[in-house]
C-alpha cells in the first residue's frame, strides 16, 4: 500500500507529521477514509474518533492509532493531507470522571437550548464528550 504525507494539528501542538497509509473520520458529509492519491478536497471535520495508519521507516503498514478530535477542517491537496482541530487527544490522555462531567453538562446545556446556536453548541460538545468516554472505555477495556 502506497503512503501519502499526513498532518494533524490541533491548536495547541501536533498530532502527527509524517507518511500515513490511512486516515478516516467524520464529516459533515458522514464518513470519510483518504488513501495516497485521493483527489483535492476540503471538508468539515466534526468531533469525534480519527483513525490513522503510520508508514514504518520502510513505508509498510504500523499500527492503527486513534485520536479524539474536536471540530476542524480537512484539506486534501496534492497527494497530501491536512487535518486542522481544535482539540484532540489519545485515549489514555482521557480523563474519565472530566469527560463523565462534561457530558452531564452538555446533555443539561442541550435540554436549556432555545436556538439553533445554542443546539448546535450542545450538540457537538455532547458528541464529543461521547466519543472520549467510548475511546476511553476501548482502551482500558471497560
Known sequence: MESFKLQIMASNHTVYD?????VSMMTTEGSIGILAHHSNLIMAIVPGELTYEPA???G???KKEVVIVSDGLLKVENGETMILVDTAERPE??????ALRVEEEARE?????NSNRDIALASAELSRAMSRLK???AKHKL
Request: aromatic share 4%; no cysteine.
Open 18 to 22: 509524517g507518511d500515513a497509509l490511512s
Open 56 to 58: 514504518d521507516e520502510k
Open 135 to 137: 475511546a476511553f472505555k
Open 109 to 113: 446545556a442541550l435540554r436549556r437550548a
Open 93 to 98: 490522555e482521557i480523563d474519565e470522571e472530566r
Open 60 to 62: 509498510s503498514a504500523g
